[in-house]
């Protein structure tokens, strides 16, 4: 299977919000339906460390290693007898141009661009991971402190639901849609002890999500990350008779 992005991701702090289904029908992409948790829709704040990223295995030059946050929610689609559970991403945000456009132009990702930074912190067997970003004037920030031990992830809980989704759903029409497939191992995680957000949801995100501003997350998970990839194949879903065609 060809690749398209090859790396490392890291410190994947996951800020996790009930939400109305209501509020996400339209962001849903033809051919899926919600996937929930216990009869719940979640959407997640998600900051992330890119480490080491290839294009088509080639390195990018300055910027190989980079901070993302995204806004996503979840959904899933009968593949024949094959579920398949996948994430719909409203919003990505890197501050690599190069990664931005490429994104967008092969698989019709909502990627913009920011000044971001972040910083990693171990000391006396704990951790502190923080990720902010400046956009259109507003200042914003995800910071978790946690364990620096690691955990593995308890079949049927919450954590594991966020964390194991492994398609990409991007809605390119209301009779359109593009998957495609993330690859990494099962991840081990760190126990949260403290969290702080700092988001404008509605300016980030639009009037839809503004609501959120008024919530508290229902979980804050922090995952250690692992090697990454992102194949190249996109299968694209259309209402044309229901066909499926791929594109490698």
């Known amino acids: 299977m060809k690749t398209f992005l090859k790396a490392r991701w890291e410190n ?15 962001y849903l992409p033809y051919g899926t339906e919600l996937d929930t948790f216990e009869g719940n829709a979640f959407v997640s704040l998600v900051g992330f460390r890119f480490v ?24 899933k689609r009968m593949n024949g007898s094959e579920l398949r559970r996948g994430v719909v991403f409203v919003n990505e945000l890197v501050p690599n141009p190069i990664v931005a456009f490429l994104a967008n132009l092969l698989y019709k990702e ?39 031990q690691a955990s593995t992830i308890i079949s049927g809980s919450l954590e594991e639901f966020i964390y194991e989704h492994y398609y990409g759903y991007t809605k390119v029409s209301s009779e359109e849609t593009w998957e495609y497939r993330v690859n990494h191992p099962r991840w081990e995680t760190n126990k949260i002890n403290h969290f702080e957000i700092n988001c404008d949801f509605g300016a980030m995100y639009g009037s839809d999500f503004e609501i959120l501003n008024n919530k508290k997350p229902i979980s804050v998970f922090h995952a ?25």
């Open 52 to 75: 080491d990223s290839q294009i088509f295995g080639i390195p990018i030059p300055f910027f190989g290693s980079f901070d993302e946050v995204n806004l996503r929610f979840y959904v």
């Open 110 to 148: 909502h990627y913009t661009t920011a000044k971001m930074d972040s910083s990693i912190v171990i000391q006396n067997q704990s951790k502190e991971v923080s990720f902010a970003w400046k956009k259109d004037k507003k200042d914003y920030s995800i910071f978790a402190k946690m364990d620096d």
């Open 12 to 26: 994947i702090i996951m800020v996790n919000y009930a939400i109305d289904a209501s509020v996400l029908l339209g």
């Open 224 to 248: 250690i990350g692992s090697e990454v990839s992102i194949d190249r194949e996109i299968i694209k879903i259309k209402n044309k008779h229901n066909e499926t065609y791929k594109n490698k």
